[in-house]
């Protein structure tokens, strides 16, 4: 514009970054509430072309280079309700699908049928593996379901601890998120299935069309 603007980016990075997008919360005291959002979605979709890559400093000088052109948008120049909501549209349409790993299951039985009942009831499509002492769930669907299954998955007593006594999840780590790519499978329906060897659970991936997701983050889990 014709003068700066200061930008207080704040990024907060999973342990699966960059295989998941950051965390990115916008402020500026030139902007509206509703102009920092929009800052940040755009920054969110750019962020979606970086993945499996380090992308803080590429985000940053491509704020620096784009913002002006996103302010003078017409989406960016009031402060209505409605400019928020189109934002946040910009971000959660389509198919998503993330990868989760749990650490173990006590009360596998009760376990799983919650899993399929969460999955049902958000109309999540996936895979819940067993290999090992591996446990995965890989999940599609849209992104908002996928937000309330962590939800369920993290604040719902679904497992027992040590002394039998009914707790919450406290072991679950995300692995992996985006958007559903042309390459990667649909799956029609959510599935239990148990793999004998790692080259069986390695198959699924390939079929799956993450090949490299599998190398770099299933495989650091048996090592």
């Known amino acids: ?43 969110l979709e750019q ?37 928020s909501s189109a934002a946040s549209m910009t971000v959660d349409d389509g198919l998503w699908m993330t990868l989760l790993h749990l650490d173990h299951m006590r009360a596998k039985a009760k376990y799983v049928k919650t899993v399929e ?30 937000k309330e299954y962590l939800i369920l998955q993290k604040t719902c007593k679904v497992d027992v601890d040590s002394s039998g006594k009914k707790c919450k999840e406290k072991m679950i780590s995300v692995l992996f998120e985006t958007k559903v790519q042309t390459e990667h499978k649909r799956f029609l329906a959510f599935e239990v299935k148990e793999y004998s060897s790692l080259d069986e659970l390695q198959k699924e991936f390939e079929t799956t069309g993450l090949k490299k997701l599998f190398s770099e983050c299933v495989l650091r889990l048996v090592k």
């Open 1 to 43: 514009m014709d003068t700066d603007i200061p930008l207080q980016l704040v990024f907060h990075l999973p342990l699966s970054y960059p295989y998941c997008l950051p965390g990115i919360v916008v402020n500026s005291k030139h902007l509206t509430r509703a102009q920092c959002e929009i800052v940040k979605e755009k920054l």
């Open 117 to 146: 009942k969460w999955a049902s009831d958000l109309r999540l499509t996936g895979r819940l593996m067993f290999m090992g002492k591996i446990i995965l769930i890989l999940l599609q669907g849209d992104r908002n379901d996928i």
């Open 47 to 83: 962020a979606e072309t970086l993945l499996l890559e380090p992308m803080v400093h590429e985000l940053v000088l491509w704020i620096q280079e784009n913002l002006r052109h996103i302010l003078k948008c017409p989406e960016a120049g009031g402060g209505s309700e409605k400019c």
